[in-house]
């Protein structure tokens, strides 16, 4: 109220100070309440309507306009447009709650579906940065999950194709699968075999729905007894090695298919193995840090950011390393941001 009261001194000075009696601008005062309509509560809109009529009001008795049908004219149209800015300003005030309701739902879901860090087993401390993207359809779904099996500890990273709450419908089936596969599957590609069949499930129940399938890039990664880690990798950014030399994507041969996307290969998935000495932190970031854009289109410099912050204890670096996506953006950051820092302890 306080804009618009500023707004109407300036309009109310011009029209009193212009002595042409052709030269009116005391109409623009109707276009005054399509501010608050825009930004501020209805209860605002309707209070700059009625200020923006008192004071147009006042104004043309002190500056009358040629004929009475100018007064009936400036009047209706000034009462018509107050009218549909409140009208207006209502229906926004509606749709922003609803929406905020639907995105704070599927945030707090996807939250519950993922397990709180830290996250200690025999084999590894995790720990990391996790920020969801809460824009209007633009709540991801990015997952990871730690098993503490007999065949050691399994890792999952993942990212479901799409956004919204289709995308946490997925997650949740390669979560589930996961969880109940690890603790199952003796090798690395039966648990992953495992995973895919639970995308093609899902798929083929959303597709009885009307709503297309999906597919998650993912990587799962074995740590048992050996120096050298297993992995399998489904189309998701290749982890990084720190504190080992220069930093540089581990090695994992070519990328598979994603999970959902087997039929499409001819090839079966097969397990890689990287070095991944105790003591070491094996960084893991989804393609919201790798594929993240600044303000000109330049790239994300991840691999100059983390020589920059060898010094820097590997715990911090999750939580820095998504801050700095967020300033290199300016915000505008297209996707959820996961940073999981794997340190392996025996």
Not at 100 to 119: D, I, K, N
Not at 181 to 202: F, I, S, Y
Not at 243 to 271: C, M, N, W, Y
Request: negative net charge; glycine residues 8%.
């Amino acid at each position: 109220m306080v804009y618009v009261v500023l707004a109407t001194l300036p309009i109310v000075l011009l029209e009193l100070l212009i002595d042409d009696r052709t030269v009116r601008v005391a109409p623009l005062l109707i276009l005054l309440p399509a501010f608050p309509a825009a930004v501020g509560t209805v209860r605002q809109t309707a209070c700059a309507v009625g200020w923006m009529l008192v004071v147009l009001t006042a104004v043309l008795i002190a500056r009358p306009l040629p004929s009475a049908s100018d007064y009936g004219v400036v009047l209706l149209l000034a009462v018509v447009l107050g009218v549909l800015c409140v009208l207006t300003c209502r229906w926004r005030v509606r749709r922003e709650r609803e929406m905020l309701r639907t995105r704070s739902a599927a945030v707090a879901l996807q939250r519950q579906m993922l397990r709180p860090l830290p996250v200690l087993t025999d084999r590894v401390v995790v720990d990391g940065a996790y920020q969801p993207v809460e824009t209007d359809r633009l709540v991801g779904g990015d997952v990871y999950e730690v098993a503490a099996s007999p065949y050691g500890t399994r890792l999952l990273f993942g990212d479901v194709q799409g956004k919204g709450l289709r995308a946490i419908g997925a997650a949740f089936a390669v979560l589930s699968a996961f969880r109940e596969a690890a603790q199952r599957e003796p090798t690395l590609t039966a648990l992953v075999d495992d995973l895919e069949r639970a995308v093609v499930r899902h798929n083929a129940f959303v597709q009885q729905t009307g709503e297309p399938e999906q597919f998650v890039t993912a990587l799962v990664l074995g740590i048992d007894t050996a120096t050298e880690t297993q992995a399998v990798n489904c189309g998701y950014p290749p982890p990084r090695l720190l504190g080992s030399g220069p930093v540089a994507p581990v090695e994992l041969g070519d990328p598979g298919v994603p999970l959902g996307l087997a039929d499409l290969s001819p090839l079966p998935r097969t397990v890689s193995w990287f070095p991944f000495p105790t003591g070491a932190t094996l960084l893991s970031c989804s393609d919201g840090v790798t594929e993240a854009r600044g303000v000109t289109g330049d790239p994300y410099p991840l691999e100059g950011r983390l020589e920059e912050w060898t010094a820097v204890s590997s715990w911090e670096v999750a939580d820095r390393l998504a801050e700095d996506v967020g300033r290199y953006t300016a915000g505008e950051h297209r996707d959820d941001i996961a940073v999981l820092m794997v340190r392996r302890t025996g």
